[in-house]
């Protein structure tokens, strides 16, 4: 069994994390932990540094617990939306997980569009974590 | 732990009760099948008696395969969303599996609003099925 979580660094994006870990040790499956970006600015250069060291240091967490993991960062040039479906269907991924986090100006919880469109293109059951 | 699993007779919602059997299986969990209705008119009461049967039939298969299951038809005159996400909470619901299967006229997957009602307002993980 093969479960994704898309990781952005967020808090939402950990409780997603804690939630897979948790169902990928239950049902002995592996993680694969994904972030995508698409490549440019030299900010986004510095987030994608970020997030290597981010990835790496939470796959040693996870092995030192057990818990196999692959980690992924998707730079092809793809918005993220595409890229997390795509990635899923080729790995042949058996669940994703997903932080929810957006708030509307006046902090009302509303849907990141990147969730919204896991949910109805994902190949997969997705769960979405607060 | 406790998994909800929210039917309403639907192909959707039998894929979501299929997630959640696996998932009830490798965590020990046990399921609370619930299926929520506004009581009123006559076809409304034909609707109840058939989701009480087809609630009891899939009791008695979970509880011939080991797995532990509830069964709840809510007709407490509040709508179905806030029915569900109140149910979860009084009852300490720990994962909740919905099916996605709203087409819009064009055929495209949009979401059904129970569904973005329960993502956007449980207080536990959604696992949107489609």
Chains 1, 2 share one sequence.
Do not use: W
């Amino acid at each position: 069994m093969k479960i994704m979580v898309c990781y952005d660094g967020s808090g939402a994006s950990r409780s997603a994390l804690r939630v897979a870990t948790k169902h990928a040790k239950a049902m002995d499956a592996k993680i694969y932990l994904v972030a995508s970006m698409e490549k440019g600015t030299e900010d986004e250069q510095k987030m994608i540094q970020q997030l290597e060291t981010e990835l790496a240091t939470t796959k040693e967490k996870l092995e030192r617990d057990g818990i196999a993991c692959e980690t992924h960062l998707l730079v092809r040039g793809m918005t993220p939306d595409e890229d997390l479906v795509t990635y899923a269907k080729e790995q042949g991924i058996d669940e994703i997980a997903i932080g929810i986090r957006k708030r509307s100006k006046v902090g009302k919880l509303i849907f990141g569009s990147t969730a919204q469109y896991l949910i109805l293109n994902a190949h997969c059951p997705v769960i979405t974590v607060k």
